[in-house]
Protein backbone atom coordinates (compact mmCIF):
# COMPACT_ATOMS: atom_id res chain seq x y z
CA UNK A 1 0.00 0.00 0.00
CA UNK A 2 0.99 3.35 -0.25
CA UNK A 3 2.98 5.45 2.74
CA UNK A 4 3.94 8.92 2.68
CA UNK A 5 5.72 9.45 6.01
CA UNK A 6 6.69 12.89 7.38
CA UNK A 7 9.63 13.69 9.10
CA UNK A 8 11.39 17.11 10.60
CA UNK A 9 9.10 19.03 12.16
CA UNK A 10 9.52 20.47 15.97
CA UNK A 11 10.26 23.41 18.04
CA UNK A 12 11.68 26.00 16.43
CA UNK A 13 12.32 30.12 16.97
CA UNK A 14 10.95 32.48 15.25
CA UNK A 15 13.20 33.64 11.95
CA UNK A 16 14.46 29.78 11.84
CA UNK A 17 14.93 27.55 9.62
CA UNK A 18 13.26 24.16 8.90
CA UNK A 19 13.82 21.29 6.65
CA UNK A 20 10.78 19.07 6.01
CA UNK A 21 11.42 15.57 4.58
CA UNK A 22 8.66 12.87 3.16
CA UNK A 23 9.22 9.16 2.77
CA UNK A 24 7.19 7.29 -0.24
CA UNK A 25 6.45 3.97 -0.67
CA UNK A 26 4.10 1.54 -2.53
CA UNK A 27 4.04 4.01 -5.41
CA UNK A 28 5.31 4.31 -8.51
CA UNK A 29 7.15 7.60 -7.39
CA UNK A 30 8.53 9.65 -10.05
CA UNK A 31 4.85 9.47 -12.26
CA UNK A 32 3.47 11.42 -9.25
CA UNK A 33 2.76 15.06 -8.01
CA UNK A 34 4.00 15.83 -4.98
CA UNK A 35 2.90 18.31 -2.63
CA UNK A 36 2.93 19.51 0.71
CA UNK A 37 0.14 21.43 2.62
CA UNK A 38 -0.75 22.51 6.38
CA UNK A 39 -3.45 22.36 9.07
CA UNK A 40 -3.85 24.84 12.10
CA UNK A 41 -6.45 23.35 14.59
CA UNK A 42 -10.34 25.40 13.72
CA UNK A 43 -9.00 25.40 10.34
CA UNK A 44 -9.32 23.81 6.84
CA UNK A 45 -6.35 22.18 5.23
CA UNK A 46 -4.04 24.86 3.24
CA UNK A 47 -1.86 24.41 0.08
CA UNK A 48 1.71 25.15 0.38
CA UNK A 49 3.60 23.71 -2.37
CA UNK A 50 3.75 20.92 -5.32
CA UNK A 51 6.19 19.90 -7.42
CA UNK A 52 5.60 17.56 -10.71
CA UNK A 53 7.72 14.65 -11.64
CA UNK A 54 10.91 16.16 -12.42
CA UNK A 55 10.43 19.30 -10.49
CA UNK A 56 10.24 21.37 -13.92
CA UNK A 57 6.56 22.49 -12.39
CA UNK A 58 6.16 24.31 -9.04
CA UNK A 59 3.75 25.85 -7.68
CA UNK A 60 3.91 27.33 -4.16
CA UNK A 61 1.35 29.24 -2.27
CA UNK A 62 1.27 33.21 -1.36
CA UNK A 63 2.56 32.26 2.32
CA UNK A 64 5.75 30.13 1.40
CA UNK A 65 6.71 32.40 -1.80
CA UNK A 66 10.50 33.76 -0.63
CA UNK A 67 10.68 31.70 1.90
CA UNK A 68 9.82 27.68 1.37
CA UNK A 69 11.50 25.78 -1.41
CA UNK A 70 10.01 22.45 -2.16
CA UNK A 71 12.03 19.69 -3.82
CA UNK A 72 12.32 15.99 -4.58
CA UNK A 73 14.74 13.08 -5.08
CA UNK A 74 12.69 10.51 -7.19
CA UNK A 75 16.36 8.23 -6.61
CA UNK A 76 15.46 8.19 -3.10
CA UNK A 77 11.49 8.47 -3.28
CA UNK A 78 11.68 11.84 -1.05
CA UNK A 79 10.29 15.34 -1.21
CA UNK A 80 11.69 17.57 0.98
CA UNK A 81 10.30 21.26 1.89
CA UNK A 82 12.89 23.94 2.91
CA UNK A 83 11.20 26.40 5.10
CA UNK A 84 13.21 29.60 5.70
CA UNK A 85 12.80 32.40 7.99
CA UNK A 86 9.77 31.27 10.20
CA UNK A 87 7.10 32.76 11.76
CA UNK A 88 4.88 31.90 14.50
CA UNK A 89 1.87 31.57 11.91
CA UNK A 90 3.97 28.91 9.96
CA UNK A 91 3.34 26.95 12.74
CA UNK A 92 0.38 23.69 11.81
CA UNK A 93 0.74 20.44 11.42
CA UNK A 94 2.12 19.54 7.71
CA UNK A 95 0.88 16.79 5.35
CA UNK A 96 2.68 15.23 2.70
CA UNK A 97 0.27 14.25 -0.17
CA UNK A 98 0.48 13.01 -3.61
CA UNK A 99 -1.64 12.29 -6.65
CA UNK A 100 -0.82 10.81 -10.22
CA UNK A 101 -1.85 14.45 -12.70
CA UNK A 102 -1.81 17.70 -12.20
CA UNK A 103 -5.53 17.74 -12.47
CA UNK A 104 -6.25 15.68 -10.00
CA UNK A 105 -7.25 15.23 -6.37
CA UNK A 106 -4.66 14.35 -3.99
CA UNK A 107 -4.93 10.70 -3.83
CA UNK A 108 -2.68 9.62 -0.94
CA UNK A 109 -1.58 11.69 2.34
CA UNK A 110 0.85 11.24 5.01
CA UNK A 111 0.06 11.39 8.95
CA UNK A 112 1.88 14.82 9.49
CA UNK A 113 4.24 16.50 10.90
CA UNK A 114 4.21 19.23 14.18
CA UNK A 115 5.72 22.65 12.81
CA UNK A 116 5.32 24.77 16.24
CA UNK A 117 7.51 28.55 15.82
CA UNK A 118 7.87 30.14 19.08
CA UNK A 119 8.00 34.41 19.05
Known amino acids: QVQLVESGGRLVQDGDSLRLSCAAS????????MGWSRQTPGKEREFVAS????????HMAGAGKGRFTISRDNAKNMVYLQMNSLRPEDAAVYYCAAKNSAVAQWEYWGRGTQVTVSS
Open 26 to 33: GLTFSSYV
Open 51 to 58: INWNGGII
